[in-house]
């Protein structure tokens, strides 16, 4: 009925924000408390009934479903929650001045696996902060070479999206010190390698400095370090992960300065036609660049599923403006168009996605190309991206969970059971 829909819409705008439940150092002890005194309140009142005549079945169930909760509670956090947070506290500093004492320097580092002490190395860079700084590369002098890549014979071994077989090469020179990269692998690798937030493109060169970025693939960052530099402890946070994004999705945005140019005048004057505010033009135009970087890696995520298996569709997506054939005065909305690549070279469309579709079909095409690369569920990852029903939306299966039993992999088999929630990275 209309009611129905006009509720079912009201819903759709309902926007909620998870929140962690997290517990003070005191709070625990407080609860435990509190499930004591409830407990003494009821052993009182079952004592008092066993006195006077039969015990209540209702008394007795609560007093033991207190206590199961209790002994719970106290398990998962500690009788002496409080006292167990300081004591976690006083041993990660104490862990921290024994680091700080036992510590060794880049130069005795090297030293200590034959190394000289001028000897450059590479530092992994993690969006997670307790992990940046733990893997470690050094770079051997020539006539050696550090390459970096994904076949077993590399030096450096990295696996994951945009790192083919072999990617590049490190030479270190060390009379003068120089780290000179070179892009080793071919236009049809697909191999993605960038220094500073720019590309390298294949067969290219180019000299590093101390604390040049360098990303292998689309996952992989390190910081190139040589030890003993005057400004080797840097505090303007240009070593940070989310720096380096930045650096990423600003030459995304302008490295095609000259068509986005184009395109940006283009939509800026159709917007301006359709009689859209001038902030919300300029709006919906920064966004379109600011999802560049994300379409990039979907581009490139449906480049090597479909060259790892043939059998999925050849996809490939682009920005576009939805805009209504009627005249209205409502603004264009901002979608991702997705299309099949014809063997005659021709493109069919597909679907529109609108961005927050988008944003939760981005973690499955990852998922999808973790798997197809390593063989997992291969064949039930190419029946689903081998139909269009599964990138309009219309599958029965929901798209953001992965195959799970092999009823996927026969069309005319029903599933065995429902589909798994969406797991994102």
């Not at 209309?2 to 005191?26: G, I, M, W, Y």
């Not at 510590?103 to 000897?119: F, I, K, P, R, Y």
């Not at 070279?345 to 197809?372: C, I, K, Y």
């Not at 996927?408 to 929630?421: C, K, Q, V």
Request: hydrophobic share 35%; glycine share 8%; aromatic share 6%.
């Amino acid at each position: 009925t209309l009611s129905t829909l006009r509720f079912a819409d009201s819903v759709k705008k309902v926007k909620t924000k998870a929140q962690v439940n997290e517990l003070a150092p005191e709070e625990p002890e407080i609860i435990l408390m509190s499930f004591r005194s409830e407990v003494q309140v009821l052993q009182s009142v079952l004592q008092q009934e066993s006195g006077s005549g039969p015990q209540s079945p209702k008394v007795a169930r609560e007093l033991e479903g207190a206590q199961h909760l209790m002994q719970s509670f106290s398990a998962r956090t500690g009788a002496r929650w409080a006292e167990a947070v300081e004591q976690s506290k006083a041993l990660g500093e104490m862990h921290k001045q024994v680091l700080s004492e036992m510590c060794l320097a880049a130069d005795e580092v090297g030293q200590l696996v034959g190394l000289d002490s001028g000897t450059p190395y590479l530092l992994n860079i993690s969006d997670d902060p307790a992990l940046s700084g733990s893997l470690l590369y050094f770079l051997r002098p020539e006539p050696d070479i550090t390459t970096v890549g994904r076949a077993a014979d590399n030096r450096v071994v990295l696996r994951g999206l945009g790192i083919p077989d072999h990617l590049c090469e490190l030479r270190f020179q060390p009379d003068p010190p120089m780290v000179v990269i070179r892009n080793s692998c071919t236009d049809n690798d697909r191999g993605r390698l960038m220094i500073n937030g720019k590309p390298l493109t294949a067969d290219d060169s180019q000299e590093l400095n101390h604390a040049d970025r360098i990303v292998f693939g689309w996952a992989f960052c390190f910081r190139l370090v040589f030890s003993g530099a005057p400004d080797m402890d840097r505090s303007d946070g240009q070593e940070s992960f989310e720096s380096v994004a930045r650096e990423v999705m600003i030459n995304s945005m302008t490295a095609g300065q000259a068509q986005g140019m184009k395109a940006a005048a283009y939509w800026h004057g159709e917007l301006t036609r359709r009689t859209v505010q001038e902030d919300e033009a300029d709006q919906m135009i920064t966004l379109a660049g600011e999802v560049t970087a994300n379409l990039e890696e979907a581009n490139a995520l449906c480049a090597e599923i479909h060259e790892s298996s043939p059998g999925t569709l050849r996809i490939e997506m682009d920005v576009g403006m939805c805009v209504s054939f009627m005249k209205t005065t409502e603004p264009p909305n901002m979608v991702i168009q997705v299309w099949k690549r014809e063997g005659d070279g021709g493109r069919q469309f597909v679907a529109a996605w609108s961005l927050s579709t988008f944003e939760r079909r981005l973690p499955s095409l990852r998922d999808a190309h973790r798997h197809v690369v390593q063989g997992l569920l291969r064949d039930a990852w190419v029946q689903r991206l081998g139909r269009e029903d599964w990138w309009c939306g219309d599958c029965q299966e929901d798209p953001n969970s992965e195959p799970t039993s092999e009823a996927e992999s026969d069309p005319g088999r029903p599933p065995r059971s429902a589909p798994t929630a969406s797991r994102l990275l």
